[in-house]
Every structure is written in structure tokens, then in C-alpha cells.
């Protein structure tokens, strides 16, 4: 049993301590925030994320997950700690690694054995030899000189699907340069690689490369596929059809084209800017990915603009959205394409009626400035009540069988915007409903 501590009970950190107990290691989840620490004890999550509070009473029951406030405590008694704290954007683009250096350098004061350190935050490249050096600093300062390695092990979490993702991944990367680390990194992942699951053993800046290089490809699949959905719109084409074609094909792939209004969270956005900024650092512009950045934000607006060319003014008329998070399954509204939407129907004069079935409580703060043109709905049908339009921004399952002649019924006007395309038109202007998709002639 590996005894591991992780430094920050954020979504990377609470996730990813709780599922390495559920692996069989024993684990110490650390923060500086002792509220959240005493509602962790307690069982509460402080995200929302499926699944994650049973994993997480399972392993507090079991003895294997624990939670504290005190960091010397937890690196006098693991062998292993995990560095899991926020890597927000700077103005600049660049990831800001203050919370990554005050941990590297509190680990640096405090171990006192061989201690392997991983960096599993999402980090530019080259921030391990960084930790390297902030931990050496501590241990000089100390007068020591304790031994230590340097991991890189980047996650690959998609929220609302982060513990299976955790538990059955695609691949596990480790970067390191020692081939002690990597040993113990492999039995920490045991019950991962008796599963057969792929381990990538490299150099610490390919391991934070490949986390970089993957989000942004994923971006940009995301954003091609929405400029086509775009195109289709102007010549005739369906892009449901042109999709579904392009994903049978092997080199391809049907994942990630699914077109929208484009996308947010707490990744995709940060990790394109951020390796944008390595580019330009490094004198290599990446334009796919700085074009990509672009057009997602064009992408937001234009679906906004979208219900303004059908509805006309919008000073006055009532809308109702449907989806407020950046996906389903998570309360996360970083970077959501619903607050471009929102704020730019209320700057235009639209009153809002907002509903999401877990982000309401984030909607309120995050969209503050719009309370005095927004109302929260109890529901989908009140949401719908009285409006000039229902728009669906976010394809929460529970959206995807409304009763659409009640919807019909409820609405002052039969507007109806499917921004992720998860109704046939036909069946929409059946229920007495005007149906504009993403993708497809609305002639």
C-alpha cells in the first residue's frame, strides 16, 4: 500500500485522491481551506461530480482516504505526494504557477526521506524542472540533502465522467528520468496496469506536452467541425449527415463532432491560451490552435446572434434558456458558452428565464450583472412559460424528451433554438414548434 499525500482538494485533487484510494493506497488529501476540509471528512463534496461521493465514503470508511489541513503531517507520512493545485490563466494567456511553487517549496521544507513529487496539475512545459529546483532551494536552506524525484503524471479528466475516467483511462503517462520513480509510479497504478491499461513512459517535458497537445487537439476538432456546421447552414448541407460520414471514417473518428455553440469549461479554453503562449514564447506559432481560440469565441456569439436574426429586436421579448453549464453533468460554468449568450441578449434588451439542473446556484454569481433581466426557473416548463423563445444550450439528458406541445403551449411565441441539434426537425415542427438547429437550412 503506497502512502500518498495530495496538495489541493480541487476537482484534480479530491478526484484523483479519492480514486488512488480506491486503488489500495493510502491517501491524505491537503488543503488550506479547513472548511472544505471538515465538510471532506464529512462525506460533503464540494464539487459536483457524479459518483465521486460514494468513492469518497467508501474510502473514509475503509481507512485508506483522509483529510487535513496539516502539510507537514502529510509529507512526514507519505512516501508519494501529488501537487493538485489551480493553475489559473494570467492576463497573458500563460498558466500561473504561484500555487504550484508555494506547494513545491513547501514539500522542499518539509520532507525529510527519498520522496517522489508529482506534478499532477496542468503545467507549461518545463514546470518540472522548475519544481525541481524550488524543492532543491528548501532542502539547501535546510542545510539537508534529502533525495527526491520529479513526476509527471497529467490527468486526462472530463467532468462529469471524472471518476470512470479515473478508474478506466485511456493511457497513464508518467515523465520521469528515474527509473525509481517510475517503479513506484507503476505500483501505484497497479490495479491499473493488471487491467491492461496503456502506461506512456517518457521524458518529464513530452508528459506535459502530451496533456497541452491533447486538449488542443481536441479544441480544435470541436472548432472545424462547428466551421462546417457553419458552412452547411449557407450551401444546403446537413451537417448531422456530414458528420456522421466524416466519423466512420477511421482516421477520424466520430468523437468530438458534434457541433454547437461552442465550447468552455475549465480546459480547453486555459490549456489552447496557454499553449498558444508556449508557442509564441518558443518563437513557434501555432496557428491552427491560435485560430482555433478565435473562432470559439465567434462561435458564441454567433449563436447568440443567431436568435436576434430570427426574432428581430430583442428589446422587451422573454427567452428562455435551457443549460447554463459548459456540458452536462457538471455545475462548472468557466467559460460557458450560455454567459456570451446571456450577456449579449440582455445588453440588447431580452429578459431572461434561465434554467439548469445543477448551475444555478454558479448562474447567480456568474451572472450577476444580468439579475435585474434574469428570473431562475424552477424547472424546464417554467422556464418556458410565457416566452417569445426556448433556446437549449446545453444537452442535459432530461432535455432531450420535453413534451413538445406542452413547450408549444407554455411559449407566448413557437420559437425554438436546438443549439446542439438533439431534436429532428420534423418532430419539433410537428409539435406546432418553429425549429432552428445548428448545421442545417432553416428554409
Known sequence: MAKIAVIGTGYVGSVSGACLADFGNHVICVDTDNEKIEALK?????????????????????????????IAFAAKESDIIFIAVSTPPADDGSA?????????????SLIEKYTVIVNKSTVPVGTARKVISWVSDEITKRGLSTEFDVVSNP????????????????????????????????DVYRSLYLNETPYIETNLESAEMIKYASNAFLAVKITFINEISN???????????V??????????GSKFLHPGPGYGGSCFPKDT?????????????????????????????????????????????????LGLSFKPNTDDMRESP???????????GAHLRLYDPAAMKSAQWRLKALEKSAYYAVDEYDAANSADALVIVTEWNQFRNLDLYKVKELLASPYFFDLRNIYKKQEAVAGGLKYFGIGNSDK
Not at 469518497?56 to 475503509?62: D, G, L
Not at 458552412?231 to 449527415?241: S, V, Y
Open 273 to 321: 491560451r496557454a499553449i498558444a503562449k508556449i508557442g509564441r514564447n518558443n518563437d513557434e506559432i501555432l496557428h491552427i490552435v491560435e485560430a482555433a481560440i478565435e473562432a470559439n469565441e465567434n462561435q458564441k456569439l454567433r449563436a447568440a446572434k443567431k436568435i436576434e436574426s430570427v426574432l428581430g429586436s430583442l428589446s422587451g421579448k422573454t427567452i428562455a434558456l
Open 42 to 70: 464529512k462525506g460533503i463534496i464540494p464539487i459536483y461530480e457524479p459518483g465521486l461521493d460514494a468513492v469518497v465514503a467508501r474510502n473514509i470508511a475503509c481507512g485508506r482516504l483522509s483529510f487535513s489541513t496539516d
Open 338 to 348: 450560455a454567459i456570451t449568450i446571456c450577456e449579449y441578449l440582455a445588453n440588447r
Open 96 to 108: 500561473d504557477l504561484a500555487y504550484v511553487e508555494t506547494a513545491a517549496r513547501q514539500i522542499g
Open 243 to 252: 458528420a456522421k460520414a466524416m466519423g466512420k471514417d477511421g482516421r477520424i
Open 231 to 241: 458552412l452547411c447552414e449557407k450551401t444546403g448541407a446537413d451537417i448531422r449527415a
Open 155 to 186: 490527468e486526462f479528466l472530463r467532468e462529469g465522467t471524472a471518476v470512470y475516467d479515473s478508474t478506466h483511462p485511456d493511457r497513464v503517462v508518467i515523465g520521469s528520468e528515474s527509473e525509481r520513480a517510475r517503479n513506484i509510479m507503476k
